[in-house]
């Protein structure tokens, strides 16, 4: 398993019970996770003097009961790179700090390179892998179906020092976009992709991962450039057993057999017990 300790503002305090007590900088959040199947004592005081607590409801999502002041907005630094929080529906904060080990290998690809490198991040979210790649001097191209996620994304650069930097901020289904850089015949020499279970397009397209993702995967291998440096899969649904990704990558992906594909969990340190939470998968084709 892969995971960093260089995420100085957040912190896995600890997991117990179904739930994380999480520092977010100096916010401190208990969130569910249906990960954390193991019970045991809850000896850190934070456990009692969070800032709030995200509950889930019988009928699905939730809500988040506020126990302290909580700022609608606020920020954590990765080393350079600077995130705007917001505590959201269905308990999230708007980044996945497990994926810092991914932006941390994308990083170091593109300021090896020693040639100017153009990727494509898809199903962007709030851009955390965008903000990582411009900052090692690549131009991006960041894809997302959700008009809020881009504008979160593009607010992320700014914080981050790097509004001026080249990138193209794109509502889009992710799949028709796709297609037509094909026909545009554009490429990428990075490509990442961090589609959900399931979702929805801009227009209402529904996206289901089992059903789509080998279409995806097939189009998306038409525009990896000439050059490529990296192509990475994210993927948290159980429904696909992260071999049978390893496998398609391979086939679908990997060009003629070159370079190297592996998979491997990703997670979080967990600072009160000798565990790291796993946190999803990435499949990871490298030159």
């Known amino acids: 398993m892969r ?3 260089d995420f100085k503002d957040y912190e ?4 117990e019970g179904g739930e994380r007590l999480e520092r977010w900088k100096d916010i401190i959040l208990i969130r569910p996770d249906p990960q954390v199947i193991w019970q045991g004592e809850r000896k850190n005081p934070l456990w009692n003097n969070a ?10 999502g939730g809500y988040w009961e506020p126990l302290k002041k909580v700022p609608d907005v606020w920020s954590v ?10 505590p959201m529906g269905f308990k999230h904060t708007g980044l996945f700090p497990e994926q810092s080990v991914n932006w941390q290998f994308m990083q170091n690809k593109i300021k090896n390179a020693n040639r100017e490198v153009s990727v494509l991040n898809l ?6 892998a965008t903000i990582a790649c411009l900052s090692a001097g690549a131009k991006v191209t960041h894809v997302d179906a959700s008009k809020g996620m881009v504008s979160w994304a593009k607010e992320n650069a700014v914080v981050s020092g790097l509004g001026d930097k ?4 794109l509502v889009d289904d992710c799949l028709k976009f796709v297609k037509r850089e094909i026909r545009r015949g554009n490429k990428y020499d990075g490509i990442v992709m961090d589609p959900p279970s399931y979702g929805r397009g ?15 995967l097939s189009e998306v291998g038409k525009i990896m450039s000439d050059r490529p440096l990296f192509f990475l899969l994210n993927s948290y649904t159980g429904g696909l057993s992260p071999t049978i990704l390893n496998y398609m990558v391979k086939s679908l992906i990997a060009p003629d057999n070159r370079g190297t594909v592996f998979t491997d969990e990703i ?13 999803g998968n990435t499949t990871i084709w490298t030159d």
């Open 51 to 60: 800032h709030a607590i995200y509950h889930r409801s019988n009928s699905g």
């Open 3 to 5: 995971f960093t300790e």
């Open 12 to 15: 896995l305090i600890d997991a």
């Open 267 to 279: 997670g979080l340190k967990i600072t009160d017990r000798d565990m790291v939470l796993p946190c």
């Open 202 to 216: 801009p227009n209402g397209e529904v996206w289901k991962l089992e059903q789509q993702i080998n279409e995806l």
């Open 123 to 128: 199903f962007a979210y709030t851009g955390g």
């Open 77 to 86: 630094d990765f080393n350079e790179l600077t995130f705007r929080l917001k």
């Open 166 to 169: 080249p990138v193209r901020w």
